[in-house]
């Protein structure tokens, strides 16, 4: 079994940065990617920013220039450092992990990005 924890999510002013934090604990092997989704209410998961195991990175359109995806120095961490915030960015965002042929979800954070 895997476990996924984020944190870090909270409400930011327009404009404003967010960090968050992503560990995965338990029987990971070898970790093919780990990456960020949000959803927003009445729509659906999306991809944010994913890394694979060698450090390749992609982004959505949406968040590229904004957004940085990094892994930490313990094994099985991911960030996401969020700048330039804005009001569409507001979801719960969500970490998963691929590994040994299976996709893990933590329970989500909530970013709510608010004047």
């Known amino acids: 079994q895997v476990q996924v924890v984020e944190s870090g999510g909270g409400l930011v002013q327009p404009g404003g940065s967010l960090r968050l934090s992503c560990a995965a604990s338990g029987n990971i092997f070898m970790t093919l990617s780990m990456g960020w989704y949000r959803q927003a209410p009445g729509n659906q998961r999306e991809l944010v920013a994913s890394i694979l195991g060698g450090g390749s990175t992609s982004y959505a359109d949406s968040v590229k220039g904004r957004f940085t995806i990094s892994r930490g120095n313990a094994k099985n961490t991911v960030y996401l450092q969020m700048d330039s915030l804005q009001p569409e960015d507001t979801a719960v965002y969500y970490c998963?992990?691929?590994?040994?042929?299976?996709?893990?979800w933590g329970q989500g954070t909530q970013v709510a990005v608010s004047s």
């Open positions: 998963k992990v691929i590994t040994g042929g299976r996709g893990y």
